[in-house]
């Protein structure tokens, strides 16, 4: 990255303590009212007249699962290298969605997750709820299969545990039959493996902490399920089930597989495929059941900038077949429905959505945002100015050209298919060579960001091209600034254009720079956040302050 001169240090903002606590107390109470809106607003599935819409949640949440417990909800997603990892999100109607926490502090092995390993690190997972215990089971194509468990999914959960080291095991799902005996069911990552297309079973300790014996064979799908992966293993009526999406993200299927015997031989069927709608590539997710019988499947689409959002079928079951979605034509094979009735589960309940924006008014972070890889403490801090997240200053690693290989991003996922994120950042603490910016992240990335400068404050328009591939960074617009305080705006508008934008009072924004098209990152859609980065390696460092984070519609 370009490197800024060294430059005479700016007075230090001064601020009334008194007076900001006063104006601190005042705003807060507005912002609890208006907080909860701002994610609800940008993106609800809950129609409020008993229907919902798809998807329902317009998120990067990769390779959905979930699991009912009682009247409650709990689904988790494939994290890759982002911490922390494993979120957890909580419903009670299947179709409203709260984060509650995450499963994964940090990313294992720790020192490994240290850097960005994009594309790496959580792959697809199962949530099962056994022996009065959440079970998660996930897998690290590099290092085998973990397990980590609770008795609260809130957390905290157990440090994950390697129960199987092998390279290429992937997308494992813990089943407990009848009569006692445990099995994980898994497949197989090519890229590491040197296999794919074929799903196999082991035996499995009933208490989930080791495999008993070799994996053994249960279905081959080159011939007609290319790349079938992500197995569910479940049983009904005498069979034994695998719901397992083949074809590949962008435009496979459901394929549901059934037998008498767990080991095989299975039949074969498709049960949900894009059919005449606009949802490519409808699969791997979760079949729910709820307490008045009725069933559910959640599965994601992949959505390119976007990331992979998550929708909800209906699902029937006819001669022991489930059909997912609406079959129109009687085949047995569904496609993805727009508009469906609300799942019957007994009442109504408010409309929530996974959290947005952040005030900073919280002790922590929300559940919403992740590190591009394992943080540390001294990055961030909460309790030094109330009612602001402060960034520390962190030096650029060394060998960075670009952003891709910086761990201290601070980010969270698009909510929605148009918003706008809108910052205020008070950067007057930032010594000479670091910049404070908001930034639209993925292979391509661009920001805006308030740089020290030997003549005080720039503000400067930056973008990469293929970040993936080490490319350097290009200046495309800059301003000088007379102050190092600002609010910096991002306009996401259809297919991800994201227009950059800056104001020194909050209300009249100018435009920086030309729009930038959002690019998904390494099997993660694109995010937004902030950051704080030295592009020197000097032992004193300065940092900055960002009054809240919103996203409106």
Known sequence: ?????????????????????????????????????????????????????????????????VVRVGDDFYLTASSFNSAPGLPILHSKDLVNWR?????????????????????????????????????????????????????????????????????????????????????????FANSRAGIKSVLHIAKMSPDG??????????????????????????????YYYIFAPAGGVPTGWQTVLRSKNIYGPYEDKIVMDQGQTQVNGPHQGAWVELKNGDSWFIHFQDRGPYGRIVHLQPMKWVNDWPVIGIDKDGDGKGEPVAVSKLPNVGR???????????????????FQWQWHANSQTSWSNLSARAGWLRLNSV?????AVNLWTVPSLLLQKLPAPTFTVTTRVDATHLLANEAAGLVMMGMDYSYIAIVRTEDGYRLERTSCKDAIKGTEETNDSGTALKTGILFMRITVGADAMSQFSYSSDGRTFSEIGEPFKAREGRWIGAKVGLFVASFTQAQERGFADFDYFRITP
């Open 348 to 366: 109504r309940y408010p409309v929530e959505a996974p959290q947005t924006t952040d005030e900073f008014s919280r002790p922590e972070l929300g």
């Open 209 to 238: 902490t080791k495999i008993l014996d070799d994996d053994r064979l249960v279905f081959d799908g080159h011939a007609n399920h290319p790349t079938i992966e992500g197995p569910k293993l479940h049983k009904r009526n005498g």
């Open 395 to 399: 030096p650029l690693p060394y060998e």
């Open 99 to 187: 984060l509650i926490g995450h499963a994964l502090q940090y990313q294992t092995p720790v020192s490994v997750f240290a850097k960005p390993q994009h594309g790496n690190g959580v792959w697809a997972p199962a949530i099962r709820y056994h022996d009065n215990y959440f079970y998660i089971f996930f897998p690290d194509p590099d290092y085998g299969i973990y397990m980590t468990k609770t008795r609260n999914p809130a957390g905290p959960w157990s440090a994950p545990l390697l129960i199987k080291s092998a390279k290429g095991w992937i997308d494992p799902a813990p089943f407990w039959d009848d009569d006692g005996n445990a099995y994980l069911v898994h497949a």
């Open 1 to 65: 990255m370009k490197q800024i001169k060294l430059g005479s240090v700016i007075k230090l903002l001064s601020l009334s303590t008194k007076s900001a606590i006063c104006n601190l107390k005042s705003a807060i109470s507005l912002l609890l009212l208006v907080t909860s809106a701002y994610s609800q607003s940008v993106w609800s599935p809950d129609n409020r007249n008993g229907t919902y819409k798809n998807p329902i949640i317009y998120a990067d949440y990769s390779d959905p699962d």
